[in-house]
């Protein structure tokens, strides 16, 4: 926690101290073992006289970190709608497989040779995962879904200066985006261009043609969109950006909706990333490894980053090897991406199969909209059809003047997660609500019970809903006091070289 | 996250330097003006109330302002009591109607009249008692009224003390009003409790007399602080994107002069407005506010240019940039405030000479933006597609509908 309100820190403290608090001298929670190999010690200049490191017993570990432990709140412990985050269950047989010693115990450095049923894995999902993209090649290197953007429009950008229009530099980027698009962009040496969304939540194609020139380079098109909705003229955005030479990719965050059922290649997408994190059920709690691999188009596959598995040698040798691809945008990530990520999505997708993706995508559409048509009456739905995986509605009530974030912090007592609030950025006072296809029939009634009695008492009782939450170890917090003037010292650690910095 | 060496007694003094200017800000000084007969005239089909209220009076207007500072002002009690920051602002009026009554009524804490009005006061009440304000050092002016009124409150504060208008006038093109008495309210609460900083806003009026002989003739008089909303965006992301108007702009400048430096044998002119202004600070050069300048290689050469001096010098240097930004609350590009740029002029710059600027902040507040030079052929050819591109950051671009 970087900042906290005074009064709220130390509520925080008084019934959770630091470790440093806890600290008590001579303290120890652990006996090293007699070192059976020769001491050296530390040459002089290299040795400090102090180091304050919090002394304390085992138990005083055990129970410091039970207790923050039991403050965390997972999609293990509880409904979690994060609007464009597919919060949904990591089954424990992904984690099963990511410890197999065989997996857990490879070295990065071992050669090929000696680890092919690892490097088999990798190209299977490869394999995977272009398919399900419609698209011929993949790199499982980058790390997160902007990595991938990143590496999408490095790849972009190579790819035209290798046909002699270095100069195309602008992306076009519709306002509905995550706002990683333009900051990728804008790190890739580009100009983002935003473009705004028509009444129906889609592109809007006038706004398209009017920025589409010889400078582009290409757009990035998240379909379906952060509304949730489904772009219905996407083809006809495609074929304009391809008619003046650009490239077409695709933000694969919202894939949990179209796995198995749309493949982005029959769209006309040239290239696109998936997030492993989200659509095929590997964590992406407290900010942990994910994964964002790329697919691309086959003319487009060289400049893939390395290294990608492939067959090498003669057809059927049946030995596989890591290969850079022959124009390589280059390395992206060390080693082989965040490999323990990959092998729990390619765990996720061999249960599953085929089929079971399909019905994954439909159960998380069916679920969005069993919730849409049941908020339809409470709240304000700014662009109301048919919904995909999540749907976004205007956290307003009738007869109140509470807002989105009320709602939300109030949902903080029902023991529900909030949705994701304030985006997509074109809908005033959003709310995004992504169930996924996890979630219970009666899950998703007790959601919508909380939001019917948050809604009774933000006419009833406005002030419970702006003072919530009230039941969370810390009550609601001076987020942009916190922003603008951040308390970063602890004094409990005050004077110790900087080894309790926050 | 950086490492950031602890300072030992951090906790017992926690409130950061940069709170030391909140502090003041909680208890601060601020004034409230009221100008009971803005937005008379709108009512009975006058636009504007300037120099007409007896002929308003006559045709049944009944003041509007009033009622709306009683909204901002309720609101305002409200913000104030709900804001972790607990803002306890002490207030300086005028008397009865134009202040003083409202501010009790609403029970917003101890004020001390400085000027009392005649029972039927004008704009002199209305500077007299700015007048007295600023000598006072208020942290911020909170007026009621409209164009006339900003003119008026602007003409004394110009960019030393913040000013926010509660909107009630007839006509509200300035860039210092809050979209309704209560977002007005929660602005200024905002404000006092060190929540959000300062814009550059435009303060502009319509010749009024022009203007009830059917012709529009708006006219950029002042530019003045007032507190930064800061649009939907920056509001969504405060935690991670907690930029300030000047920040903004400076990432403006920093794209234009991009251009500028890769284009180096092409004239710049540099129109007018507080977002232009701010491109200038970043080329380096000084910057006519109200006015047209032209700038080659780094230099100005040319300052306040009117439409011939223009003329001559695009006569010179064929290759132009025009930068301007939406003025006002009506979004104006072109045709309100920068009458220098001729219709001739803009049509040998063409559209690919524009370099629009605006702020999110900015375009948040307008539904579009408009080009009115006053040649219906020449408007047309520049809307183009009805889509202008503006830059809004640095390296980012956004297509906004033009009318
Ligand atoms: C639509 C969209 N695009 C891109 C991203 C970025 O993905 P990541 O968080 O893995 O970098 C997200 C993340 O939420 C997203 O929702």
Known sequence: ?502 | MTAIKPAPAARAQPVPMACAQDERKQSALVGFVLNPIAGMGGRVGLKGTDGVVEEARARGARPVSPERAARCLAALAQALAASPAKPTPRWLVAGGAMGADALRAHRLGPFEVVHQPPPEPTREDTLQTVRRFVERSVALVLFCGGDGTARDVCSITGTAVPIIGIPAGVKMYSGVFGVSPTRTAALVAEYLAGSIGLADAEVLDLDEDAYRAGRWEARLFHAARTPFEPSLTQRAKVMSDARSDAEVTAAIAADVRETVQAAPDTLLLLGAGTTVRAVAEGLGVEHTLLGVDAVLAGRVVGRDLDADRLAALLERHPRCLLVLSPIGAQGFVLGRGNAQLAPEIVARIGRGGLVVVATPAKLARTRCLRIDTGDPALDAALVGDGFLEVRVGYHRRRMVRVE
């Not at chain 1, 596959?301 to 990608?308: E, F, H, I, K």
């Not at chain 1, 492939?310 to 991406?337: Q, T, W």
């Not at chain 1, 159960?363 to 849409?372: D, I, R």
């Open chain 1, 1 to 502: 926690m970087s900042a906290v309100d005074e009064r709220d820190g130390r509520a925080h403290r008084a019934d959770s101290p630091t470790l440093y608090e806890r600290s008590r001298p001579g303290r120890r929670a652990c006996a090293l073992p007699a070192s059976d190999v020769p001491a050296t010690p530390l040459p002089a200049e290299l040795a400090r006289e102090t180091l304050r490191l919090p002394e304390l017993a085992q138990l005083d570990v055990v129970r410091h970190y039970t207790a923050l432990a039991h403050r965390n709140f997972g999609v293990d412990s509880g409904f979690y709608p994060l609007g464009s985050c597919t919060m949904k269950y990591n089954p424990r047989l992904g984690e099963e497989v990511a410890r197999l010693a065989g997996f857990a115990e490879a070295h990065p450095l071992a050669d090929a040779e000696h680890v092919q049923p690892l490097l088999g894995v990798m190209l299977d999902l490869q394999r995977w995962l272009a398919e399900l993209a419609g698209l011929s090649a993949v790199s499982l290197q980058p790390a997160a879904g902007a990595h991938g953007e990143l590496t999408a429009l490095l790849m972009m950008r190579a790819y035209h200066a290798d046909r002699g229009e270095g100069a195309r530099n602008r992306v076009l980027i519709p306002d509905s985006a995550h706002g990683t698009n333009p900051a990728s962009t804008t790190m890739a040496g580009m100009i983002a261009v935003e473009i705004p969304s028509d009444p129906r939540g889609n592109v809007d194609l006038g706004a398209l043609r009017a920025a589409c020139d010889e400078r582009v380079a290409g757009l990035m098109i998240t379909n379906p969109n952060t509304l949730g909705l489904f772009e219905e003229q996407i083809e006809a955005v495609v074929e304009t950006v391809h008619r003046h030479g650009g490239l077409v990719y695709g933000d694969g965050a919202n894939m949990n909706a179209l796995a198995g059922v749309v493949r982005p290649g029959d769209l006309g997408i040239d290239l696109m990333h998936f997030n492993l994190h989200k659509t095929f059920a590997t964590p992406h709690g407290g900010g942990g490894p994910g994964s964002g691999p790329v697919a691309a188009r086959s003319d487009l596959a060289d400049y893939l980053p390395g290294p990608v598995v492939a067959r090498s040698g003669e057809v059927g040798a049946g030995v596989l090897a890591l290969v850079e691809p022959r124009r390589s945008i280059g390395r992206m990530c060390a080693f082989h991406g965040n490999f323990g990520m990959l092998l729990r999505a390619w765990a996720y997708l061999r249960v599953l199969g085929g089929d079971g993706l399909r019905r994954m995508a439909e159960h998380a559409v069916l679920n969005a909209n069993y919730l849409l048509a049941r908020l339809r009456g409470r709240f304000p739905v700014p662009y109301d059809r048919s919904c995909m995986h999540e749907l976004v509605c205007e956290g307003r009530i009738e007869g109140s003047d509470v807002r989105a974030l009320d709602i939300c912090k109030r949902l903080l007592d029902h023991g529900i997660h909030p949705p994701t609030n304030y985006f997509p950025l074109i809908v005033h006072e959003a709310l995004m609500i992504e169930p996924t296809e996890t979630e219970s029939r009666e899950t998703l009634d007790a959601f919508l019970a909380a939001l019917g009695a948050i809604c009774d008492e933000a006419v009833r009782s406005p002030e419970r809903l702006r003072e919530a939450p009230h039941t969370t170890p810390v009550g609601r917090l001076d987020e942009v006091r916190a922003a603008r003037h951040p308390v970063l010292v602890d004094a409990a650690v005050g004077g110790g070289g900087g080894t309790g910095a926050r």
